[in-house]
């Protein structure tokens, strides 16, 4: 084993013994000694490898994040876009219940650059679903505004659930409400209101290849102004 390569181990090794400490005994418990001993190295290996605490718990947070986004599904796994959507905040709530101290960590600590790129790729399956709501013409808000209701109801709602201020009916009173602000009706009898149809319509615009470049540059920023 080279030196890059036992360098990589203890590394891992270590992030592994932190996110332990962190699930069963606190964040308290996760101290330079305490994952040292359970490690078995000397605590200046964790300055060496991160820096200080603070960086071993960046690497922790970006592990958890990595193995949340593992867990998600394909954003298009189903023929229903609206039961996608309902299945990745149901993963996001599952997640963040199963794993309190871990997804307090993700959403408070900085992040690194690591860490963001990660998150990143997370939001992104979200707009990607989000994406495909609109497609089907079910989206009475835009996209953006979408994705950003969605995650901060979802995360709030793990906040307020791991304090213990709320029963567990509050994660599906949240998820109704947040449909009732974004998602339009199934089956509609009157017309498509103009902010749905905008909405409809920017989403499927990157194909409209019928139009130059700056013609549905334009065109969108025509729909952006019907949505808002």
Known sequence: MNDNTSRSAVRSRLVDVAA???ATAGPDAVTTRSVALAAGVQAPTIYRLFGDKNGLLDAVAEQGFATYLAQKPPADAGDDPVADLRAGWELHIGFGLANP???RLMHTAP???EGQATVDAGIEVLSRRVH???RAGRLRVPEQ???QLIHAAGTGVVFTLVDGAADDSLADLTWDAVCGAILTEPARTEPTAP???AVTLRAALPEITELTPSERALLGDW????TR
């Open 145 to 147: 505004r979408a994705v």
């Open 132 to 134: 495909r709501v609109a």
């Open 111 to 113: 992040r690194t650059p």
């Open 195 to 197: 902010a749905t149809a």
């Open 223 to 226: 729909l952006d102004r019907i």
């Open 101 to 103: 101290a871990l997804f």
């Open 20 to 22: 332990h400490l962190l």
